[in-house]
């Protein structure tokens, strides 16, 4: 059975554009300037597994009900999905701590229903890419259960490995190597008593860096990589990428980089080496598509991981924008539209047609997006202000990226207790600022409601049955259900034609109907303006037909006649958030709260 669901997705692979063991990419042609792709041109929808549908009832999500939803993706609009880690892992961070990554994590299925899904992806002419975690693994995969055994164990140098610093205070308990710190809080090294040294984990202790100054560690990685390309997915999310290479010797972090590490992190000499390494011997095999989570990347830095000619990755998630509401540890940030506009119109100005560009504005890692940068303080603002931020996630330059309920305009949970949450970056946090009397109780669940991760992964609302329809009325899922998915779930805005998801199925058609939304040029008409951010996206080619299209976005509850600058006109209406707008051919416009249009001029 398994060989004949294989053959099945190697078939649809090659029918449909994705041929798994090809050796070259497809041909391109070009448009104003970019070289075409099938990658540039999607719009790609993020599946967290654990949250999206449960099909068993044990409370989990899994990959059976993934497969359950795709003719509801099909119908949205999307191209590609993204599912996060589905592999075998102990779950200390929710998948990102990998045991086994030829195996499917038990939660969410078999092999058997994985090639089953993927199958029916292809068979609706859409494709798939999978998360690639290979800055570090689980402490139980078998490359770091062996590292740990000895001294001399032939995989010892898969890991870092360190004595550690005397300890005047205390002789027998040595200080850690260096003073890293570990973005789940505390040090970022674990004494190990079977061999008497530390060992280093970026992130929590059960997830150790890999060292991929070993060239053995490279290979391995290399063919886990054809693995997966091989049974026919499309390419990889590439979590913290940039940090595979350390600097030599591990040195001490500058006093004034400890507050924000992921800089000095991102800055390993052999970062750029080795990713080329990667294409040369894994991705320039494959009609592929890599996105790579590029933590402590400026964009000034992004086209040296980007741009065509490097032969490294397609594109890279820079935070520039998402992290512009926030400072600090989870603190809210009073921030003002000309900055956001100034984000995008940098992108622009530094990004040139051999680089490409994401657009996204949420994912697994960050606060629901109508929470974040909308208006939930009433249900019609709420609907206004998601249809706004997809519409500009939608016609920026770049692959836009929509997580998981935002085409619901789902929002934050709202958690009251410590118990409440899931994520352990919260609970080390809470260990280290409350427990130590550095913030108050009250503070910090403040703080952790507003910008912690288990906002973006409480479960879809699918209808307003018990548990959402996420789940069966009789189990507990895995986190609890927002209250709110009584009124904001997938099967009322079905049947309201005025709703988010409707509107986000319209949008997306239209972002697919315009070569000028992924391929035109970009002009901020208005760029220091405090409400409106309007913009032109215009295609020269073909040139008996040219596209030039305004997009225009009142980022705020306050209606506002606005005045087109430079005498320009807005010409024939394509899409708007507000039914019943019907203004045209004019260059007054008389926008009301979170409205957002598009126009052909």
Request: proline share 6%; net charge negative.
């Given at each position: 059975?398994?060989?004949?669901?294989?053959?099945?997705?190697?078939?649809?692979?090659?029918?449909?554009?994705?041929?798994?063991?090809?050796?070259?990419?497809?041909?391109?042609?070009?448009?104003?300037?970019?070289?075409?792709?099938?990658?540039?041109?999607?719009?790609?929808?993020?599946?967290?597994?654990?949250?999206?549908?449960?099909?068993?009832?044990?409370?989990?999500?899994?990959?059976?009900?993934?497969?359950?939803?795709?003719?509801?993706?099909?119908?949205?609009?999307?191209?590609?999905?993204?599912?996060?880690?589905?592999?075998?892992?102990?779950?200390?961070?929710?998948?990102?701590?990998?045991?086994?990554?030829?195996?499917?994590?038990?939660?969410?299925?078999?092999?058997?229903?994985?090639?089953?899904?993927?199958?029916?992806?292809?068979?609706?002419?859409?494709?798939?890419?999978?998360?690639?975690?290979?800055?570090?693994?689980?402490?139980?995969?078998?490359?770091?259960?062996?590292?740990?055994?000895?001294?001399?164990?032939?995989?010892?140098?898969?890991?870092?490995?360190?004595?550690?610093?005397?300890?005047?205070?205390?002789?027998?308990?040595?200080?850690?190597?260096?003073?890293?710190?570990?973005?789940?809080?505390?040090?970022?090294?674990?004494?190990?008593?079977?061999?008497?040294?530390?060992?280093?984990?970026?992130?929590?202790?059960?997830?150790?860096?890999?060292?991929?100054?070993?060239?053995?560690?490279?290979?391995?990685?290399?063919?886990?990589?054809?693995?997966?390309?091989?049974?026919?997915?499309?390419?990889?999310?590439?979590?913290?990428?940039?940090?595979?290479?350390?600097?030599?010797?591990?040195?001490?972090?500058?006093?004034?980089?400890?507050?924000?590490?992921?800089?000095?992190?991102?800055?390993?000499?052999?970062?750029?080496?080795?990713?080329?390494?990667?294409?040369?011997?894994?991705?320039?095999?494959?009609?592929?598509?890599?996105?790579?989570?590029?933590?402590?990347?400026?964009?000034?830095?992004?086209?040296?991981?980007?741009?065509?000619?490097?032969?490294?990755?397609?594109?890279?998630?820079?935070?520039?924008?998402?992290?512009?509401?926030?400072?600090?540890?989870?603190?809210?940030?009073?921030?003002?539209?000309?900055?956001?506009?100034?984000?995008?119109?940098?992108?622009?100005?530094?990004?040139?047609?051999?680089?490409?560009?994401?657009?996204?504005?949420?994912?697994?890692?960050?606060?629901?997006?109508?929470?974040?940068?909308?208006?939930?303080?009433?249900?019609?603002?709420?609907?206004?202000?998601?249809?706004?931020?997809?519409?500009?996630?939608?016609?920026?330059?770049?692959?836009?990226?929509?997580?998981?309920g935002d085409e619901l305009a789902m929002t934050n949970y709202p958690f009251k207790t410590l118990d409440d949450f899931n994520d352990i970056e919260v609970k080390n946090a809470w260990k280290e600022r409350v427990v130590t009397g550095q913030m108050t109780p009250e503070e910090f669940l403040a703080r952790a409601a507003r910008f912690g991760r288990d906002n973006s992964r409480t479960p879809m609302q699918w209808n307003n049955s018990p548990n959402a329809g996420f789940t069966t009325p009789e189990a507990r899922p895995w986190l609890a259900v927002n209250p709110n998915y009584t009124t904001i779930n997938a099967e009322a805005e079905e049947q309201d034609q005025n709703?988010?998801?409707?509107?986000?199925?319209?949008?997306?058609?239209?972002?697919?109907?315009?070569?000028?939304?992924?391929?035109?040029?970009?002009?901020?008409?208005?760029?220091?303006?405090?409400?409106?951010?309007?913009?032109?996206?215009?295609?020269?080619?073909?040139?008996?037909?040219?596209?030039?299209?305004?997009?225009?976005?009142?980022?705020?509850?306050?209606?506002?006649?606005?005045?087109?600058?430079?005498?320009?006109?807005?010409?024939?209406?394509?899409?708007?958030?507000?039914?019943?707008?019907?203004?045209?051919?004019?260059?007054?416009?008389?926008?009301?709260?979170?409205?957002?249009?598009?126009?052909?001029?």
């Open positions: 059975m398994k060989k004949i669901v294989f053959t099945l997705v190697a078939a649809l692979s090659m029918l449909f554009g994705n041929p798994a063991c090809s050796q070259s990419p497809a041909q391109t042609t070009t448009i104003n300037g970019y070289q075409s792709t099938w990658w540039k041109e999607a719009v790609v929808y993020q599946i967290y597994p654990r949250s999206f549908k449960d099909s068993n009832g044990d409370g989990v999500g899994d990959l059976n009900g993934i497969t359950e939803k795709l003719d509801y993706l099909k119908k949205l609009g999307v191209d590609v999905i993204w599912i996060s880690p589905h592999y075998d892992s102990p779950n200390a961070d929710n998948g990102y701590d990998i045991r086994d990554y030829r195996k499917v994590m038990s939660e969410f299925g078999t092999m058997a229903d994985f090639d089953r899904m993927l199958a029916a992806i292809k068979a609706r002419h859409m494709r798939l890419i999978v998360d690639l975690v290979v800055n570090h693994s689980s402490d139980e995969h078998h490359w770091f259960a062996e590292s740990r055994k000895s001294r001399d164990n032939p995989y010892r140098d898969y890991c870092f490995w360190r004595d550690g610093r005397p300890n005047p205070a205390d002789p027998a308990h040595p200080l850690p190597p260096n003073n890293y710190p570990s973005f789940f809080s505390g040090s970022a090294w674990q004494w190990d008593e079977t061999t008497h040294q530390f060992y280093l984990h970026l992130f929590a202790v059960k997830q150790p860096d890999l060292n991929w100054d070993n060239p053995k560690v490279r290979q391995d990685v290399f063919a886990l990589m054809k693995f997966w390309l091989d049974k026919g997915v499309d390419g990889f999310r590439m979590d913290v990428i940039p940090f595979i290479s350390k600097r030599p010797g591990l040195p001490d972090i500058p006093a004034d980089q400890l507050a924000h590490p992921d800089h000095f992190y991102s800055g390993g000499p052999h970062r750029d080496q080795y990713l080329q390494e990667m294409n040369r011997e894994v991705l320039s095999h494959y009609d592929d598509m890599t996105v790579g989570e590029a933590a402590g990347i400026s964009l000034d830095e992004d086209p040296q991981l980007v741009r065509a000619t490097r032969h490294e990755l397609n594109m890279i998630f820079t935070f520039d924008a998402v992290e512009l509401t926030r400072e600090g540890f989870y603190g809210l940030r009073d921030w003002k539209l000309p900055e956001l506009k100034a984000i995008y119109d940098n992108h622009w100005k530094i990004l040139t047609k051999e680089d490409w560009d994401t657009v996204f504005l949420s994912n697994h890692d960050n606060p629901r997006i109508d929470s974040n940068f909308g208006d939930t303080s009433s249900d019609e603002n709420r609907v206004r202000s998601a249809k706004l931020i997809e519409t500009m996630i939608l016609t920026l330059r770049g692959t836009p990226f929509i997580y998981e709703s988010v998801l409707q509107y986000v199925r319209d949008a997306i058609a239209l972002h697919h109907r315009y070569k000028a939304l992924t391929y035109g040029d970009y002009q901020d008409l208005d760029p220091l303006h405090p409400q409106v951010y309007d913009y032109t996206r215009t295609l020269a080619e073909p040139r008996q037909n040219p596209e030039r299209l305004l997009v225009i976005l009142n980022w705020n509850a306050k209606p506002i006649a606005y005045t087109l600058p430079g005498g320009m006109k807005a010409g024939k209406l394509l899409l708007a958030n507000v039914s019943g707008t019907t203004e045209a051919d004019t260059g007054t416009l008389r926008l009301g709260a979170w409205e957002a249009r598009i126009y052909s001029f």
